[in-house]
């Protein structure tokens, strides 16, 4: 039979779970996710994932190819594979996509959403999707400082140690902080090229430490100036963050094979 290569978009609550990619040392989602699916095609498969999530940290809209010669339709993978896997991980697409595709290397950008919850006493449904702040936090300085990470730096100062990028230059052309005053939730997205190993979690962080008066509003400014990761604040906790969409160039779609290939992962 004719192999072909399958996208799958794949939701996750990243509680219980050592991160996306497969381990020796816990459970990942990637590796679940390759049982259901070698059970549910018959041989054994390998996924190859867009973004490799920590542990505890969720997705809404992570992407994962593979190739199988399985006479299962694309699109009905969500169907079979719900039905094999638990009830935190759940895939909501399925498509074919060309032979050159590849989730990875082709993703032209990423969205990331982290949520605060600044209340007095957190909040118990939430507690695995949310980073709870006691203290109230000022909205003015917060976001002021966010419109200083708007454009294309170096951000050497934002990557935690471990990461293996081998460039810090990335792009972040959009970045929103959204209060709901009737919940005291906080909701920060960013949206960019890509992102660095805890990027997001270090600018939230840093973030809550500004809203607390603790930095100054220009700490994002001094640290994209000297390089210097004691410029930023805390990395925030790994519950409130998401990965929210991939993005890819429409001719990821028809001719992958004349796109340029990152030459790193990217987060």
């Known amino acids: 039979m004719k192999i072909r290569r399958v996208l799958l978009t794949v939701e996750y609550d990243g509680t219980a779970y050592a991160g996306w990619q497969r381990q020796a040392n816990g459970l990942a ?3 679940v996710l390759e049982e259901a699916l070698s059970q549910a095609c018959g041989h054994p498969v390998a996924v190859t994932g867009a973004s490799r999530t920590d542990a ?12 199988t010669d399985c006479s299962i339709p694309p699109e009905k993978y969500p169907f079979v594979l719900n039905n094999l896997l638990p009830p935190d991980i759940r895939v909501q697409q399925g498509r074919e996509v060309p032979p050159a595709f590849h989730a990875r290397f082709l993703s032209s950008g990423k969205i990331y959403t982290y949520r605060i919850i600044n209340t007095r006493h957190g909040t118990a449904l ?4 949310h980073f709870h702040v006691p203290v109230p936090l000022a909205l003015p300085p917060m976001r002021t400082a966010l419109q200083s990470l708007l454009g294309t730096f170096d951000f050497a100062a934002f990557q935690a140690s471990g990461g293996t990028a081998k460039t810090t230059i990335r792009t972040i052309d959009r970045a ?5 005053p009737e919940t005291g ?3 920060l997205r960013l949206h960019g090229n890509a992102f660095l190993y805890n990027m997001v979690r270090i600018i939230a962080g840093t973030l809550v430490e500004i809203g607390l008066g603790r930095l100054p509003a ?3 400014d001094r640290a994209l100036a000297t390089g210097d990761r004691l410029a930023l604040g805390m990395t925030a906790p790994a519950c ?3 990965l929210t969409a991939v993005e890819y160039p429409p001719a990821a779609f028809t001719d992958p094979a004349r796109l340029r290939w990152h030459q790193e992962p990217v987060r």
Do not use: K, P, S, W
């Open 218 to 220: 220009d700490a994002f």
């Open 126 to 129: 939430g507690r695995n999707t």
């Open 185 to 187: 939730i906080l909701t």
């Open 56 to 67: 505890g940290v969720h997705a809404r809209g992570q992407c994962a190819h593979f190739d």
């Open 240 to 242: 409130g963050l998401e």
């Open 176 to 180: 929103d902080l959204d209060l709901e």
């Open 29 to 31: 989602v990637q590796q």
